[in-house]
């Protein structure tokens, strides 16, 4: 959560949803608490919106078949074997790797948002006859796209160059 929140103070990003923003800024309020366990916490909320929304992001998306799970009984109830050598990592063994790539996207979203917004301000700029914001508009835009190249290379997508 430490990461989570330095990464958004960082760049100033604050949540749109005011339920989003609200949840977080109560987590971060509990950040320093060393018993706090954010699941249970979360899901035993006095605000309905709270537990719901941590009741769905906790809930497993997906159940395992039996074939690939370690802890398969037999009829006697003991652990049997399988031919199945490969791993099955479930998500929160892959956090490390998810939450770094998710705020990474999260920040190309709002890179584009920006790059849209300083394409209608371009043209606005072109309507109204401004050449001084079509200037500055103009150099945003480029600021902008050049973000959006190094983004695009570190999250492996391709940008197509207008």
Do not use: C
């Not at 992001?57 to 009829?75: G, N």
């Amino acid at each position: 959560l430490q990461f989570i929140k330095s990464e958004l103070e960082d760049d100033q990003i604050v949540f749109r949803h005011p339920v989003y923003r609200d949840m977080m800024q109560e987590a971060y309020e509990h950040l320093e608490e060393e018993e706090f366990i954010q699941e249970s916490y979360f899901l035993r909320h006095h605000r309905n919106d709270f537990s719901m929304i941590a009741a769905e992001l906790i809930t497993e998306r997906y159940e395992l078949s039996k074939i690939y799970r370690s802890d398969i009984q037999d009829e006697n109830g003991t652990a049997s074997s399988t031919n199945f050598t490969q791993k099955v990592e479930k998500e929160e063994d892959l956090l490390f790797e998810i939450v770094p790539r998710y705020i990474m996207e999260l920040k190309y979203r709002i890179l584009r948002e920006k790059i849209t917004e300083a394409m209608e301000q371009i043209k606005l700029s072109e309507r109204q006859g401004n050449n001084d914001a079509l200037l500055q508009w103009m150099k945003e835009y480029r600021n902008l796209r050049e973000l959006e190249k190094a983004f695009a290379k570190e999250l492996g997508e391709r940008i197509i160059s207008r």
